[in-house]
Every structure is written in C-alpha cells, then in structure tokens.
C-alpha cells in the first residue's frame, strides 16, 4: 500500500512558476512509477508527466513539455512536479499517482493522492 498527499498548490499569475510536492509513505515507494494527472472542469483527467523508479525515464504530455520537470527524491518518499512559463489553461486540479508497474504512460495507476488545485489568472 501506498499513500500520497500533494501540496503546493496555489492562485498565480500567468508566466509565474510553481512547484507541487507529493509525499508518500510505504517501504516500496521507490519502486513505483509516479506520475502526475490533472483535470479541469468538464475534462477527463490526464496524465502530464511520469517518472520511472531510478528517475532516468521521464514523459511529458505535449501541452507541458518543455515548462514542466518532474522529479523524485526516493530517500525522501517525494515526488515534484516544478511548473514553469503557467498559463491559464494549466488551471485545474493535479494528483499524485503511483502504480507498480514499468509503463510510464500506462492507462491504470494504482494509488491516488486527493489532488491540489493549481488556478493561473491572465
């Protein structure tokens, strides 16, 4: 069992930066692919990056690419997601996540934090 709780959520202005944390507790957390979802309202929930258990693999969503790095601190039992260059359409709520497996991009992640709000304003 793992469970995750993200923080660092928050109201910024567009072009500002922001960095999510997702602390988890279980004796296996470095071996969990991690993740990072988000939905907006009215949207179905995505996948925006994921990273492997050493940290060496990494995946963006197009719409991220390039402003946001995830990263993973495994003696710490944390996961980051650094958001950079925010726009209005990065405004939703983002979930941690962890699933066992070794697709970064799979479809079913295992565990679930209760989300953050991340609102950017033009």
């Known amino acids: 069992q793992v469970q995750l709780e993200e923080s660092g959520g928050g109201l910024v202005q567009a072009g500002d930066s922001l960095r999510l944390s997702c602390a988890a507790s279980?004796?296996?957390?470095?071996?969990?692919?991690m993740g990072w979802f988000r939905q907006a309202p009215g949207t179905e929930r995505k996948l925006v990056a994921a990273?492997?258990?050493?940290?060496?693999?990494?995946y963006y969503s197009d719409s991220v690419k390039g402003r946001f790095t995830i990263s993973r601190d495994n003696a710490k039992n944390t996961v980051y997601l650094q958001m950079d260059s925010l726009k209005p359409e990065d405004t939703a709520v983002y979930y941690c996540?962890?699933?066992?497996?070794?697709?970064?991009?799979?479809?079913?992640?295992?565990?679930w934090g209760q989300g953050t709000q991340v609102t950017v304003s033009s």
């Open positions: 279980g004796r296996t957390f470095s071996t969990y692919v």
């Open positions: 996540a962890a699933q066992a497996g070794a697709l970064l991009t799979a479809t079913r992640y295992h565990y």
């Open positions: 990273i492997s258990w050493s940290g060496s693999t990494t």
